[in-house]
């Protein structure tokens, strides 16, 4: 393994790949530096000297500037760095496309045909409560199903879509949640849901299910507790109809052009931007050249590296929603007298990462090449083929869940620090280094660390990756599936009463 990358021709540092002690010397592209500073492995060391208020320069871009003279071999990090960012911005579309480097191989994944024509990678059965104070009922529903039916077959699962709202909300916190709700009931995976109310809830039962009226009455099914002597068993008797509606469920060929795909990451370190995004930049990529559908989020990860999205908007419309999408989150955090740019996390930080502009631009590779085909505000779902951005917050539950009701059929999520949680789809996680991949397998699906290890050829690995995800699509489990561990979070801005 090399012991320092610099990662862009015109960077000023080098990225450490392994720890080095104050006084040693490394060697790269002819040069001899020592080390000013202990610096940990994924952190920065400067390549020369960079003067007062100098750009720290990397993945080619600036990421803050120097807050005083930082001599060569110097760790580089928040103690001498300053992220360069402001308030709101005014935006000029420069349009610039690259092109994609794949073709379209006509490939297939086996996943689940819908009557309505849509398709997914899951055969679940799922019970949505329209509000939080029925969780626990859905719980004692779904253990009363599992244990008469004994088979859920053709099911791949069941679950509870389990949340604390549905109640007491107000203006666009009451939208958010009903839209959600209704997102997910619709969601292709699921085979058949339950969709079960209390009775009393500003959520009403009956409003979703007047909107919902174009459902198959077979498998989605509707409750209100408050109105049946014994919900449990009303509810258990709901999901044999529906399991007895799904019998004949079975997988099928399906073009790959059918697939969306959520784009996430959290517990960033410094190899995110150079394994792990850039691992799914180039599937992003792949996906589209076969006609398929990719979504990526966290607007406040994008603050700093916004203008290379606006910069592939496919259109001067798209340019605008996308300018609308960046300071309408900015505008949020002023809304609430908050500071924009209160990121990286600690985590990120203990992990290499200084700058907002530091994580945003390695964030952003998972977008690959693409040029930008729309951009949807919170709780609306997919509608065009190619790359769409969706306004969430950087929030890993709330934003992966974003991803899961805007249609997305599975999350791709990298982390360097590790981390159990997934959403109500398949939610894939890719670790940026391989000690993490080695010490907590019963988290992590892939380890795009290989790619910093010269281990085999980046190609190959893309490769891997995606016959992996085509394995996923067509049923294999994920860790999360494994652990059973699902969330579904909505994202709430106001009054609660």
């Known amino acids: 393994m090399k012991e320092v990358i610099k990662i862009h ?68 990090h928040t103690h001498n760095l300053q992220t360069n960012l402001s308030d709101v911005q005014e935006y000029t579309y420069s349009p610039r ?14 996943g689940y045909r819908r009557e309505n024509g849509t398709s997914g990678v899951r055969n679940e059965l799922w019970i949505v409560p329209t509000v939080g104070c029925v969780n626990g009922v859905a719980e004692k529903i779904l253990q009363r199903f599992v244990k008469e039916a004994k088979d859920i077959a053709p099911f791949d699962n069941v679950l509870v879509l389990k949340h604390q709202y549905g109640c007491s909300q107000l203006g666009d916190d009451h939208e958010n949640t009903k839209q959600m709700l209704m997102n997910a009931i619709r969601h292709p995976n699921a085979g058949g849901v339950l969709v079960l109310g209390l009775g009393c809830e500003n959520n009403e039962l009956a409003a979703i299910k007047e909107t919902l009226s174009e459902v198959n009455g077979d498998r989605v099914k509707f409750l209100e507790s408050q109105a ?46 150079i394994t792990a995004n850039p691992l799914l930049g180039r599937f992003s990529d792949y996906l589209i050249a076969q006609g398929g559908s990719t979504v990526l989020t966290e607007v406040p990860e994008m603050f700093g590296a916004e203008t290379i999205l606006m910069q592939r908007a496919a259109s001067e419309e798209v340019f605008h929603k996308t300018v609308r999408l960046i300071n309408d989150f900015k505008q949020y955090f002023m809304k609430h007298e908050q500071p924009i740019y209160e990121n990286p996390s600690p985590g990120n930080k203990e992990g290499g990462i200084s700058t907002l502009e530091d994580k945003s631009l390695g964030c952003t590779q998972k977008a690959g090449l693409a040029p930008v085909s729309d ?13 769409t951005l969706l306004s969430a917050p950087g929030n890993d539950l709330i934003a992966s869940s974003a991803l899961a009701a805007a249609g997305c059929h599975i999350v791709l999520f990298t982390t360097g620090r590790g981390t159990p949680f997934g959403t109500f789809v398949p939610t894939v996680k890719v670790s940026t280094n391989t000690d993490l991949f080695q010490s907590k397998p019963h988290w992590i699906d ?15 690995i893309v490769r891997d990756f995606i016959q992996y995800i085509i394995k996923v699509a067509s049923g294999e489990f994920v860790n999360n599936e494994k652990n059973d561990f699902r969330e579904l979070a909505i994202f709430k801005s106001g009054v609660t009463l």
């Open 375 to 387: 951009v949807l505000t919170y709780g609306e779902t997919l509608k065009t083929k190619g790359l």
């Open 97 to 110: 496309f690259e092109d994609n480097p794949f073709t379209n191989e006509n490939r297939t994944f086996k």
């Open 9 to 76: 021709k015109n960077d000023n540092v080098l990225l450490a790949m392994r720890h080095f002690d104050k006084g040693e010397r490394l060697h790269t592209d002819g040069l001899t530096i020592e080390v000013k500073d202990p610096v940990k492995r994924g952190h920065k060391i400067a390549l020369q000297t960079i003067e007062e208020n100098g750009s720290i320069i990397k993945y080619g871009f600036s990421i803050g500037r120097a807050t005083r003279r930082i001599s060569a071999g110097e760790h580089i």
């Open 228 to 273: 049946v002597t014994d919900e449990i068993e009303a509810g258990t008797a709901l999901l044999k109809e529906i399991h007895l509606a799904a019998k004949g469920d079975k997988r099928e060929e399906i073009p790959l052009s059918e697939l969306s795909i959520g784009l996430k990451c959290g517990g960033s370190d410094g190899f995110s931007g």
């Open 446 to 460: 892939y380890n795009a660390g290989r790619l910093a290890e010269d281990q085999t050829t980046e190609d190959h």
